[in-house]
């Protein structure tokens, strides 16, 4: 029999993972076709890694990611992911924005199969290594590793660290503090709404129901025209920051 060997680096592709920080470097909401599903982890490149990381925490804020932006936030220590040169090449050598779910997808693809390769690995190593395990908790491990790999880009029903979870809950808070009215999400300019709602989230999914003529499409543009309005004053109250 001829014994194939298979690498994790044969499933890995650093030029998906640049070209999509690049989409995202030229235009943010690109973010948004691959936020659901991608984060740093599924990343093979140190650096990607800490770039994509770093994005996904300013664009979360609202705070808008460009070359010069983004290298104030990246770490110090690294005198690569300081130089707006290289940021900017990254941006500029960016195949297509218009691919950035694909971009995100082979990235996501090629983890889930570097990953199916350690589970494959390790169904080899306990099988050979328990001869006295039971042949069906040998299937039911291998199982859960399965469904654990099927969770990891779901963010809905996966499970998060509990000190992940804390911290992010912190943020939320103090974000909160920070926000006229104490609330969490983005207001809707309603105050009895925003304090039964605690503000706009996103995944939320709100629906306004009534009948024809009772004033839904009123509510909708009100709430649309004072997110837009609260969004520019904090657009505006960044780059006054910056000037400073």
């Not at 809950?169 to 605690?198: C, H, M, Q, W």
Request: aromatic fraction near 8%; charged fraction near 25%; include cysteine.
């Amino acid at each position: 029999n001829n014994n194939v060997i298979i690498n994790d680096a044969d499933f890995s592709n650093t030029d998906a993972e640049l070209a999509l920080i690049g989409c995202i470097l030229w235009d943010n909401k690109n973010y948004e076709k691959v936020s659901d599903f991608l984060n740093e982890s599924h990343f093979v490149d140190e650096t990607n890694k800490i770039i994509f990381a770093t994005i996904k925490k300013l664009l979360d804020k609202n705070i808008l990611v460009s070359p010069i932006t983004l290298k104030n936030y990246l770490p110090e220590n690294n005198e690569k992911l300081n130089k707006v040169n290289y940021l900017n090449q990254l941006k500029d050598s960016t195949p297509s924005t218009q691919n950035a779910y694909n971009y995100g997808k082979i990235i996501y693809d090629l983890y889930v199969k570097r990953n199916l390769l350690g589970v494959a690995k390790n169904i080899i190593q306990e099988t050979n290594s328990n001869s006295n395990e039971s042949a069906e908790n040998l299937i039911e491990n291998a199982e859960n590793d399965l469904y654990s790999l099927s969770q990891s880009g779901n963010s809905d029903r996966a499970f998060v660290n509990f000190g992940n979870a804390l911290k992010g809950a912190v943020e939320i808070i103090s974000e909160a503090y920070k926000r006229e009215g104490k609330i969490a999400g983005v207001p809707t300019g309603f105050k009895d709404l925003d304090n039964k709602l605690g503000g706009l989230h996103k995944s939320d999914l709100i629906i306004i129901a009534g009948r024809p003529s009772m004033g839904k499409t009123a509510l909708g543009t009100n709430i649309a025209f004072n997110c837009a309005i609260k969004y520019q004053e904090e657009k505006d109250e960044f780059e006054n920051k910056k000037i400073i």
